[in-house]
Nanobody, 115 residues
């Protein structure tokens, strides 16, 4: 059974940083491109970053230069380092495969950027 568990969210002031983690179980990690998604209140879920099995990365324009995705294949973990956070980054953040597999969505982790 596949399970993705996100952690690391919280409340941070504008300009601050957070590091999100996502641990994958169920032997999926090494087989897939992994990504971070987010869903803000009243908006559709969107992809913000992705990383291939070999480590190639791609970012949404809204986070480029501020967010960094990485993965540790030995630990079945994908990370999202978020710097220079803005209020518009406030959302629930999820990890999943690219493309996303519906059954894999976890609970996400809330990120709130506010002064």
């Amino acid at each position: 059974q596949v399970q993705l568990v996100e952690s690391g969210g919280g409340l941070v002031q504008p300009g601050g940083s957070l590091r999100l983690s996502c641990v994958a179980s169920g032997s999926i990690f090494s087989n897939y491109i992994m990504g971070w998604y987010r869903q803000a209140p009243g908006k559709q879920r969107e992809s913000v970053a992705r990383i291939s099995r070999a480590g190639s990365t791609n970012y949404a324009d809204s986070v480029k230069g501020r967010f960094t995705i990485s993965r540790d294949n030995a630990k079945d973990t994908v990370y999202l380092q978020m710097n220079s956070l803005k209020p518009e980054d406030t959302a629930v953040y999820y990890c999943n495969t690219i493309p996303a597999i519906g059954n894999y969505w976890g609970q996400g982790t809330q990120v709130t950027v506010s002064s």
